[in-house]
């Protein structure tokens, strides 16, 4: 069977496009990583998931993917405009621990997150810390271009000095400098951005010698330089959060233009945030981290079930109840593939739609209604199960899990709520608490004055 063609909705260039890679079997993909000053919330966590989709669709359409992520460790300061206080030092103090030690912990605590939800460990995770002479020659570089300028508290990229900067985001640069409401400073325009901030007097736990000064790297250029470490000048995709795409996409763009007379990656692909009563989750306001889920009894593959239900390019309103769906709505799935037999094939017919559906820009709601109608047809119970199995490389939800839980307690205190509307003959409400039980993913199996529950 000969898959349908892989389209991706390229940033870049505000449309589908037919994929194509710079090498005929591999893929170079680089995703923007975490800044461990701080716990992951759902949110990010969302971006993670859609990145890992896309890894796990180039795989099965044959592709080796080269896949690079960096860590945030250094040099991201609290203001996008090149002002405030570097994250990593502000976390410091507020843990009361050193940066490095912070670093290392909340690297730790995100890969953990990633585990539990089924996220394929990148081939390449790169920390900035770790790459800071390779930022330096870089910076060193778009110096001898003439892209630079010094002030007094670092070195800048001169966007004026490159006609294309702001394509990514279709930036009215014009408008930009006319509405300017941020602290200039040294700056000579509102889009210039820092390549290397000077430690001055400020007492700092990160920086590093250079030729310009004692100082620490700005933000955007660690992606530049270890991007082209790990993946060369070019190569074909790059993905991250939708913020990305007016700032550090932009400025990581701009570097490589500058540096190289190129941009670095084919395709610019971006993930949509998740919402919380219709305001994006961010560690400046609520946080709601992965553990939060599980505490309140939800399994972090029920989080990915949820954001399957959203294509990667739509913001996802998040809700307890949904959460609730999603996890219902596993179990019932765990249940129906567990309950079929082994040795099948997989279905032709479906695994085309399938093909069809996740090569169209990852069309993950489709695809996981279509995994539904394959367990409701009319094929048989060997084939059903392959297929479904098939289609789980991508979902990665554990379809084949046997569940070995124990009914939580609040289910089993609605059954004997039950129980005691029916011998009160006040079957109307019993037949509601039967509902609110099929709602939370179980079943109640009367047996004369006694009765079982289970899951659907």
């Given at each position: 069977m000969t898959p349908t063609a892989l389209s991706l909705?390229?940033?870049?260039?505000?449309?589908q496009r037919p994929f194509q890679s710079i090498e005929n079997n591999t893929v170079g993909l680089y995703a923007c990583g975490p800044t461990v000053y701080d716990y992951a919330h759902a949110g990010n966590l969302r971006t993670y998931l859609f990145v890992d989709t896309l890894r796990r669709v180039l795989s099965l359409n044959g592709y080796q993917v080269n896949h690079v992520m960096n860590i945030t460790d250094v040099g991201h300061l609290t203001s996008d405009a090149d002002t405030g206080e570097d994250k990593m030092e502000k976390g410091a103090r507020k843990q009361n621990k050193s940066a490095w030690e912070i670093a290392q912990y909340f690297e730790h605590a995100f890969l953990a997150d990633l585990e539990q939800l089924n996220i394929l460990t990148p081939t390449t995770i790169c920390r900035a810390t770790e790459h800071?002479?390779?930022?330096?020659?870089?910076?060193?570089?778009?110096?001898?271009?003439?892209f630079t300028y010094q002030t007094r508290d670092g070195l800048y990229f001169d966007t004026s000095k490159l006609a294309e900067y702001g394509q990514l985001a279709r930036l009215d640069k014009t408008g930009l400098e006319a509405g300017i409401r941020v602290d200039m400073a040294e700056k000579k325009l509102a889009t210039d951005f820092a390549l290397w901030k000077f430690s001055g007097e400020q007492?700092?736990?990160?920086?590093?010698p250079s030729p310009w000064g004692v100082g620490f790297p700005g933000w955007h250029i660690e992606c530049s330089a270890m991007a082209e470490k790990y993946l060369g000048e070019q190569f074909d995709i790059h993905v991250g959060g939708e913020d990305h795409i007016p700032i550090h996409h932009t400025n990581e763009i701009a570097q490589c233009q500058a540096k190289n007379g190129r941009i670095q990656a084919n395709y610019w692909l971006h993930g949509f945030f998740l919402q919380l009563n219709k305001e994006k989750i961010s560690k400046s306001g609520t946080s709601l981290r992965l553990e939060a889920l599980i505490e309140r009894g939800f399994e972090p593959l029920a989080y990915r079930y949820l954001t399957l239900t959203g294509h990667y390019r739509s913001h996802l309103s998040f809700t307890w109840e949904s959460l609730q769906g999603a996890q219902t709505a596993l179990k019932r799935l765990r249940n129906?593939?567990?309950?079929?037999?082994?040795?099948?094939?997989?279905?032709?017919?479906?695994?085309?739609?399938f093909f069809q559906l996740i090569n169209q820009d990852l069309n993950m709601p489709k695809a996981l209604?279509?995994?539904?109608?394959?367990?409701?047809?009319?094929?048989?119970?060997?084939?059903?199960?392959?297929?479904?199995?098939?289609f789980d490389q991508i979902f990665a939800l554990d379809i084949n899990h046997v569940e070995q839980e124990k009914v939580p307690e609040d289910v089993m205190q609605l059954a004997l709520q039950r129980l005691a509307m029916k011998q009160q003959k006040r079957f109307a409400e019993a037949d509601k608490i039967r509902e609110q039980i099929n709602q939370l993913g179980y079943q109640v199996a009367d047996k004369g004055d006694k009765f079982d529950v289970s899951a659907l």
């Open positions: 909705f390229d940033t870049m260039a505000r449309q800071i002479q390779e930022q330096i020659d870089f910076i060193a570089q778009l110096e001898e271009k003439g007492e700092r736990q990160m920086e590093w129906k593939v567990t309950k079929l037999a082994d040795g099948g094939q997989i279905i032709d017919e479906y695994q085309q739609r209604a279509l995994l539904w109608e394959v367990l409701d047809s009319g094929y048989s119970s060997q084939d059903k199960k392959a297929t479904a199995l098939f």
